[in-house]
């Protein structure tokens, strides 16, 4: 009698990553809750904890949480791989892409307000683009864009003041990662 | 909380914001030069902006006054109940148009470059 067993190690940035991106997928599935009077402008609380992640263990982290979240989020919202996914992971790529650069920015000029604020163009860049070759004729959208330009610069904003906020609060809660215990 | 950079991603953001809304909303559309007149869906004339003239289109409920001024064109009277297409004023832009459905006449204005009004999937 031969048992295979495949093991795969886990190691404690993978239960970090996990957890993170299940707060973020948690954030995203509220969010879908809340009613937008205009389609596709959303506060994108998800956003605050990709940011955290990006300024607290680094991109490939963050990327991680924002592909799960893409992921998971679409699968929970039922719309895996439907338009709104796509437009979804045109957004977190764009945006992942952006932090890439900007979290190079000097840190005594640019604090996480900036981050949210560039992120949150680029998030919206990336939807409308993809929107503009894939979904929409273009000039429909051109009267839109100051909607969505306007709700990236507010909500980058709030997001961003978020962050700064959770990152200068002292964090008793914050937990270190630990192995799960199997009842 | 917030660093000189901020300030200035901030203010960046809202001049592309309000240059954003200014393209989209505010900048003047094409100039028209050609008013292309409708009646019963068919053209009945193309007449030139530049040209200063009145004109009197027949409809089914009676004649629809169309005025042709310094580019602009309006319709001045129709018989319509409602008086919509008359209340809409002056048209300045191409792909503006003036319908008075009661009268079945229309006017639109035609630029150098034809404009889609719509286009659909």
Redesign the interface.
Known sequence: MTRALIELPVTADDRRVARLAALAVGLTLAEAALPSPVPGVKPGLANIVVLLVLLQYGWRAAAWVAGLRVLAGGLLLGMLFAPGFWLSAAGATTSLALLAVAQY??K????P??LS??AA?AHIGGQLTLAAVWLL?F??L?????VF??A??VF??VN??IV??LL?APSPGRRQSAPCPIP | ??????W???AS??A??AG??W???LAPGDAADTAIIRAGGTIVRTVALSQAQTLAIPGPLGITRIEIAAGRARVQADPSPRQLCVRQGWLAHAGDAALCLPNQVSIELAGRSPA?DT?A?
């Not at chain 2, 909380?1 to 901020?6: E, H, K, Q, V």
């Open positions: 920015l000097p005594r000029h640019f604090g307000v900036s604020v560039l163009f004729p000039a429909a051109i009267k839109l864009l100051p330009a306007a990236a610069l980058g904003t961003g003041l700064s906020r200068a | 909380m917030l660093r000189t950079g901020d200035t991603v901030l953001g809202t592309i914001v954003l809304a393209q989209a909303w889609h286009r999937y």
